[in-house]
């Protein structure tokens, strides 16, 4: 009996492409799709498991559904030189209806019920152009932020420089409204000193003036009396 041909559809079929640099998890993702009017299991499998992790690496797809599978490649050193060896394999089967320990169904599958699909690794470096390319918008977004910055400091320098003309300038009017409020205590205290120096003055004068007319009448009454006493006698 013929080995069942594989009954999934991969995506992509062939090449799982890694595409570096390696130095961190890179994720190449492979996608399981059923069109048949049955379910399928699937089971995941590769020829280096301590390089790779594989989510799912196993389940049940529903007729017309399909499932993704993320296949993550830890961190290496790569060597160019050296070809990818690592080979993956997906293996399916089709349940029977009623089946629910798809377990023991596993297990208890026959080589010629299973159906598999190989796929090879391989990586890729970022070629010498895209690596030119990527330096230069690297460059490009580097002086643009650079102008941004630039823009934002000279904005930045001349608010500085108003902000101190400002302060400046309230320095000033301080100073100056300082100097007007000695000035007005200074002619305050003036005009009180031409008010007492007035006042005193008055009041030097009046007993003066008071005394004169008393002395006129004095006088007087003298000259009344002595014609009086002329007359008299």
Not at 80 to 104: R, Y
Not at 190 to 211: G, I, T
Request: hydrophobic share 40%.
């Amino acid at each position: 009996m013929s080995k069942l041909e594989q009954i999934l559809i991969l995506d992509p079929p062939g090449d799982l492409r890694f595409r570096g640099p390696f130095t961190d998890v890179v994720t190449a993702n492979l996608k399981l799709r059923n069109p048949s009017d049955r379910r399928v299991c699937f089971k995941v499998k590769t020829t280096a498991p301590r390089r790779y992790c594989v989510r799912p690496n196993s389940g049940l797809i529903d007729p017309g559904a399909s499932v993704t599978v993320s296949v993550m490649l830890q961190p290496f050193d790569y060597d160019p030189n050296e070809k990818s060896k690592h080979k993956f394999m997906v293996q399916s089967i089709l349940v029977p209806a009623g089946a629910s320990d798809l377990e023991a169904l596993w297990k208890d599958a026959k080589p010629d019920d299973l159906m598999d699909s190989k796929l090879r690794c391989v990586f890729e470096m970022p070629s010498d152009l895209e690596k030119v390319s990527e330096p230069e918008s690297s460059k490009a977004s580097s002086g643009a932020r650079a102008a941004g910055l630039s823009t934002d400091d000279a904005e930045t320098r001349r608010l500085l420089e108003e902000s101190k003309r400002l302060q400046a300038e309230v320095g000033k009017l301080l100073e100056e409204n300082r100097q007007l409020k000695v000035l007005i205590v200074w002619k305050a205290n003036q005009f009180d000193s031409s008010v007492s120096r007035s006042s005193a003055a008055m009041l030097s004068k009046d007993p003066a003036s008071r005394s004169l007319p008393s002395l006129l009448v004095v006088i007087a009454a003298l000259f009344i009396g002595f014609f009086l006493g002329k007359f008299v006698l």
